[in-house]
């Protein structure tokens, strides 16, 4: 199998920015790629504002210089070629992928797995633009990625052993426990969270309780971590939407996207990263006290 010293990163946006922030604390070599330089640009500034952060309460054992030095900017994917690992994090929307996966066949060489972020899409579906389908595997951060323990690792349809083995073999090189899943709409952790934040948005809209409240109900009376807004919120409603649509369209009505989501995403109200969705936050990324919407 490959040895993995150097690892590509595509799209660089909340969860690129996250898993290339991983790599370099982990020792990789790490390129980034985006189609728009200014995310690219903010990618850098997010994780140089990390490692600061994260070296402060001693969470980091190598210097803030060593780490940012890892980090590598690429201004086509062609600077990938000589990556022997690549993570596509790009947006949720299949026809964007397909050319990513596309592209990235021809740049990198055989034995280098082609992994995908996605959220719930299908990893076959994704694997058949490349005319190497055996070596796509999913690969499925959390957010945010230097504190979430778990990476989902997906295998297609066509994915080979191999590339299953080494993506498992990556993301434990990367401080991750990771758990294999057999494809299907969602995997294992998706499925479940998607149909929580959107039954969340069910409620809100029938007037059961204000947003703040459903979510202190959430993590004070079933122990959740964080309520389905706040997750909501971090994750983005536009993501969280093209999941559902997408769980809707494979299982069925019971993921049939609440009409006040789809409203929310509609008025630009995404999340944490636009600074408001259900709650807003100020400049520095910290929700405003008593900013909940009321519906
Ligand atoms: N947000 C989450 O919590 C979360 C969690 C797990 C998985 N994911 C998945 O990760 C992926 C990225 O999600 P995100 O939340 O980071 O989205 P995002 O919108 O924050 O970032 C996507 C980035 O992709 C870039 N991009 C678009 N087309 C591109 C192309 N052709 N080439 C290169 N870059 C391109 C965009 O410019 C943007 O910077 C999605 O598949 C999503 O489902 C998201």
New binding site residues.
Partial sequence: MREVKRIGV???????QGIAYQAAVSGFETWM????PE?LEK?LEQIAALVKRQKEKGFLRDEPGDVLGRLRTARS?GELSECDFVIE????DLA??H??FRELDGVCAPDVVLA??????SITEIAAAAAMPERVVGM????PVHRMELVEVVRGLESAEWAVEQTEGVGRSLGKETIRVNERPGFAT?RISAMIGNEAFYMLMEGVSSAEEIDKAIKLGLHFPMGPFELGD???W??RL??LEYLHQTLGEKFRPCPLLVQYVRAGRLGK?VGRGVYEYDEEGRRIPGSASGR
């Avoid at 994090?89 to 949720?92: G, H, K, P, Q």
């Avoid at 995908?116 to 899409?121: L, P």
């Avoid at 499925?140 to 957010?143: D, E, G, R, V």
């Fill in positions: 595509v799209g660089t946006g909340v969860m690129g790629y985006d189609a728009r995310a990618a994917l994090a790009v947006t949720e964007v992928k050319s990513v995908t972020n996605t959220s719930a899409k499925h951060f959390f957010n998706s971090l994750v983005g536009d993501t093209h999941v990263k």
